[in-house]
């Protein structure tokens, strides 16, 4: 492997060296699934720049410019003539970047250094010693496209479809048998195919993260899902060709792609390696012709009923559980309340996207019953985590606010205030009271009381203990405490992180149990729904994140 030279993945160094040394490799990259045939590797899949863009530019003419080239210098070295021809068709690409304003490709322009090693790169790459087979770009593209979806923090490592999810034979042999339909009749694929709302998503309403199985995602993902399928090789079109012929072809096609995979794969992963030794994949390729027979499943033309039943419908508790925890995972505690916000929503839309999927999906609603979206109090917390709560930090807030009542009508962190900032029943009423009343009525501790009491009622909450108003009330008359505005960010602050992680935990706690699944994604979007108008609540007011340098630090119970 020469990646360490360059500090670039080794399989984009390949796609572009073989398709310097063969421009006919090019036809592998074609989608023939397209009424007008494209190709699906795409110069953004790269992830460095310099490679994306001399493929970017073997399709906007560097190709045509080789061959002129080679006619015109027969006798000269076909890897400098490469390179000179590339590096050609590349200037005049950033020419057209920097007339419309691209800083970068203005700079690049000028400076003589970086074509100079762009030429050598390009030339060696080029050259024939170069340990990559154009015969293979097809899979080398493959896992460049894949590399860029399913990003892997392991060297070598191109992407990892799904989590792996502990189930019996039986839902494996129900699994093979909706990939043995469409292996058996590839117009089957039609079955699972939706118009889904955003343009960035699959067309395909069953998904590779669906099966419990990496090894049953991965070939679907071969199959249907990913770029350059099975379902598009010209010879699982070719009415020539018995069902037999078809699905050999098929499967040699995943076979293949399975086998690159974990070649790319078994430099970081051992699991990938063993694989290899133990030539698993060729065993997976005989399964998968005795699953392409018609009588494997009752009836192959029921996959994509069931796919619904044994593989979608099961998989969405464990989605939404992985979807809840991730909340904690990232870090409810260190992380900004900004990037909290982003998770939130990010979740919210994947939620949706889950219930698009499923909407889409033949379902059989027999036995289903109607959405439960009673809101539920949140399970007891563990010990060992946040409560995220603050009684004297929501003391000091009410005794501030009592004593100049004004703070919530000034343009300071106390007007962001909400009652759910106050977690105990008294300071909670005290602040809707304060709310409620004019200034002056505000600090009349009998006025204050008497409409605290009064709201209480009103919403069938619990009374409130006079003691407890009482010594609030004294505190406010004896007590100098520093304005509400340090103490109300630190509120809202904890607000925000204790929704977050209560709605995880709820989603949590329904996701283990049986419920239906369309209802069990309906509540999980309420529950983040509210997470999320919190922390939008928090920036839509530019309440700034609190800092250990200059407020005081809120004691967290």
């Known amino acids: 492997m020469k990646n360490a030279e360059y500090g670039v993945p080794q399989h984009e160094l390949n796609a572009l060296s073989s398709l310097l040394r063969d421009q006919n490799a090019v036809h592998q990259l074609v989608n023939w699934s397209l009424p007008e045939p494209q190709y699906w590797l795409m110069a953004k899949h790269f992830k460095t720049a310099w490679i994306g863009d001399a493929f970017h530019a073997l399709l906007v003419g560097g190709f045509r410019h080789i061959e002129e080239r080679l006619r015109a210098y027969p006798n000269a070295d076909r890897s400098h003539v490469t390179a000179d021809a590339v590096i050609a068709t590349m200037r005049g690409v950033y020419q057209q970047r920097a007339d419309a304003g691209d800083q970068n490709a ?7 250094e970086y074509w100079a090693q762009l030429h050598r790169n390009i030339r060696h790459l080029a050259h024939p010693s170069w340990p990559s087979n154009p015969q293979h770009v097809r899979h080398d593209a493959y896992v460049v496209a894949r590399a860029d979806t399913h990003p892997s923090p392991k060297e070598e490592v191109p992407f990892e479809l799904v989590r792996s999810r502990g189930y019996d034979d039986d839902a494996r042999h129900r699994e093979l048998a909706v990939i043995g339909a469409i292996l058996n009749d590839p117009s089957r694929a039609g079955q699972f195919w939706y118009t889904p709302s955003s343009s960035d998503a699959s067309p395909y309403w069953l998904q590779p993260q669906d099966f419990g199985d990496p090894a049953t995602a991965e070939i679907w993902d071969a199959l249907v899902t990913g770029p350059d399928p099975a379902i598009a090789l010209p010879e699982a079109n070719d009415p020539r060709l018995t069902p037999h012929e078809r699905a050999a072809a098929m499967v040699q096609h995943i076979s293949t792609r399975l086998q690159y995979s974990d070649y790319h794969r078994a430099t970081g992963d051992d699991a990938a390696k063993a694989r290899l030794d133990a030539n698993v994949n060729q065993k997976i390729a005989a399964y998968l012709m005795k699953a392409s027979a018609p009588d494997f499943s009752p009836n192959p033309n029921n996959a994509a009923r069931y796919a619904v039943t044994f593989i979608l419908e099961p998989s969405i508790p464990a989605a939404v559980e992985d979807l809840a925890g991730q909340v904690r995972e990232y870090g409810l505690a260190d992380a900004s309340l900004g990037n909290v916000s982003l998770d939130l929503s990010t979740i919210e839309y994947s939620l949706g996207q889950l219930a698009e ?7 059989s609603l027999a036995g289903y019953s109607g959405p439960d979206l009673t809101p539920a109090d949140p399970p007891e917390q563990d010990q060992n985590q946040p409560s995220y709560t603050s009684r004297p930090l929501e003391r000091s807030v009410i005794i501030s606010l009592i004593q100049n009542p004004s703070q919530l009508n000034q343009a300071s962190h106390a007007r962001s ?6 977690t105990q029943p008294e300071h909670r009423w005290l602040f809707n009271a304060v709310q409620s009343l004019s200034p002056d009525a505000a600090q009349d501790p009998w006025l204050l009381a008497d409409q ?13 203990n006079p003691e407890e108003l009482g010594n609030i009330f004294h505190a406010a008359r004896t007590l100098r405490v520093p304005p509400a505005e340090q103490a109300a960010g630190h509120l809202i602050t904890m607000t925000v992180r204790r929704t977050a992680r209560d709605a995880s935990t709820v989603i949590q706690a329904a996701a283990q149990r049986t419920l239906d ?5 309906d509540r999980s979007r309420q529950q983040f729904q509210q997470a999320t108008h919190e922390a939008l609540r928090y920036h839509q007011h530019s309440v700034p994140e609190p800092s250990q340098h200059n407020t005081r630090q809120a004691t967290v119970a």
């Open 357 to 363: 999927r499923l909407d889409a999906a033949p379902r």
């Open 452 to 464: 605290a009491h009064k709201l209480a009622r009103f919403h069938d909450a619990p009374a409130l």
């Open 106 to 112: 203005y700079a690049a322009l000028n400076s003589s």
């Open 417 to 422: 205030l909400a009652e759910q900032d106050f």
């Open 517 to 521: 699944p369309r209802a069990l994604i």
